[in-house]
DNA sequence: TGGACCTATCGTAATATTGCAATGAAACAA
DNA sequence: TTGTTTCATTGCAATATTACGATAGGTCCA
């Protein structure tokens, strides 16, 4: 069906499959590493950098915007994106939580 | 269209993608969490306790093992999932090195 | 062998995602 | 005002994902 069954899921399991999916997207990580590494922000460089079309770039932002991701503010006649600092700290510390580090070899089974 | 434009983008920035793909479903991480907690392995369990039919779990965990992230080893007449153990703290070190801290407010910009 | 179990795969339907041309909206400069 | 620049939105086509019934291929036990 293609539709998810949302309800048989917790918050926390809903909230890092979220997360996650605003990450399943090589442009969208290419757009992050940009923010990160400039600091500063961006908007139609973006478009230049990635190599993808305009609207394409801005629906992958809109995407980052809406998973709490990025900010984007209007600056004269140009929108400036940057890294959404608290909300980037909250789903970095929520994977973490997740993504636990495993002792080399336990395998108590397989 | 569909499709993503993979030419454009960096092996890393693939990887990452991929990764986040894995995770981007609730009911995978809904499996990951079972097999992270029981830490033994399970089969036929997740699919009452995820509360998917039999064939959606059996894809779902296709997919994680193609992602590298568990294994499967058959056991009799079942068949023993669990973590990956090295490829997950690869992994883990991966989206690490991407999801940088980030100094509270910073904010040079917006 | 036959039946009961467990899991993978196939086939299909419903839905979501990706990409872009065309267009719209807002700011700015001449 | 008119034109230019910048970005968002709309609409559509192509492709991917999600879900499951039906079925196939194993193991195990009697």
Redesign the pocket.
Known sequence: ??????E?FTPLQSEL?SLA?AL?????IAILQELLQKNSC??????STI?????????????L?HAGLIR?S????????CIDTTNWNRQKSLLEDFFQELPPLPQSCC
């Open positions: 069906m293609g539709a998810t069954k949302s048989l499959a999916k399943a997207h090589p442009a969208r961006q908007c139609g460089e973006l478009v190599g993808l079309a305009q609207p394409t770039v801005s629906q992958h932002l809109k995407e915007k984007g209007i600056e004269g006649s140009r929108i400036c994106y």
